[in-house]
Nanobody, 128 residues
Framework: VQLQASGGGLVQAGGSLRLSCVAS????????IGWFRQAPGKKREGVSC????????YYLDSVEGRFTISRDNAKNTAYLQMNRLEPEDTAVYYC??????????????????????WGQGTQVTVSS
């Protein structure tokens, strides 16, 4: 599956953005979609994941209640609605596909190695 992320931009703290991830491929709706982010000088971290049918969602603790992941399989598109953005959310955001979401205990809830296909990143900058 091929992925293309978009929707990033510059927003003030407290504002909102919606990221989109368009998937192409004959079985794109069977893949779980995850969102990761990488800030300058930091490791890539998983933010959220949604199952192939959209019935199960997972979140990084620090975005729970502020971010909402969703998908529209008819449009082959997954979304990440980001509300109440904070300067700490500034990063390049990536979407990725996996057979299923794997959710781990501890601070690193998602592992990049579980995801086989990646889109290009989209920059999100939150000003204070």
């Amino acid at each position: 599956v091929q992925l293309q992320a978009s929707g990033g931009g510059l927003v003030q703290a407290g504002g909102s953005l919606r990221l989109s991830c368009v998937a192409s491929g004959s079985t794109s709706d069977y893949y779980a979609i995850g969102w990761f982010r990488q800030a300058p000088g930091k490791k890539r971290e998983g933010v959220s994941c949604i199952s192939g049918n959209g019935g199960t969602t997972y979140y990084l603790d620090s975005v729970e209640g502020r971010f909402t992941i969703s998908r529209d399989n008819a449009k082959n598109t997954a979304y990440l609605q980001m509300n109440r953005l904070e300067p700490e959310d500034t990063a390049v955001y990536y979407c990725a596909a996996a057979g299923r979401c794997r959710y781990y205990s501890g601070s690193n809830r998602f592992r990049a190695a579980d995801f086989g296909s990646w889109g290009q990143g989209t920059q999100v900058t939150v000003s204070s």
